[in-house]
């Protein structure tokens, strides 16, 4: 397989996805499961000085960035936080040029234009999962995720 996935005319693509964070903020990853049909391929990364909710979405944004064309994608994430701020409040926050229904600037919105950018390249249905309930894919996704967590040595 190459290093991103190609759209089959006839499935859709599954992104599973996590972050991971070290103390809250501290060094921090993200991972991510991508499967098309049959075929899965893992992703990971990280930073030094994080939060959680970063890398939350940063495992979104590289996952959709992956894909390399158009496609129809599933991603599930364990974070109500990227769910609900993708599907409920982008919408207003764009409205009201990046800031909160309390007039407070929107938390992270350099990811969170980065994230609407790549979403708008394909059609997306966002689904949650609950994290560390057994769920093989979100399993693997938290693993890599911290697995990209730098150690102060990298």
Known sequence: MSDALEQRSDNVIEIFTDGACSGNPGPGGWGVL???????????????????????????????????????????TDSQYVRKGITEWLKGWKQNRWLTSAKKPVKNVDLWKRLDSEAAR??????????HSGHRENDIADELARCGIPSAGD
């Open 34 to 76: 991508l499967r098309d049909g049959e075929t899965e391929k893992t992703l990971c990364g990280g930073e030094l000085q994080t939060t959680n909710n970063r890398m939350e979405l940063m495992a979104a944004i590289e996952g959709l960035a992956s894909i390399t064309c158009s496609s129809q994608i599933r991603v599930t």
């Open 122 to 131: 394909h059609q997306v249905e966002w689904c949650w999962v609950k994290g």
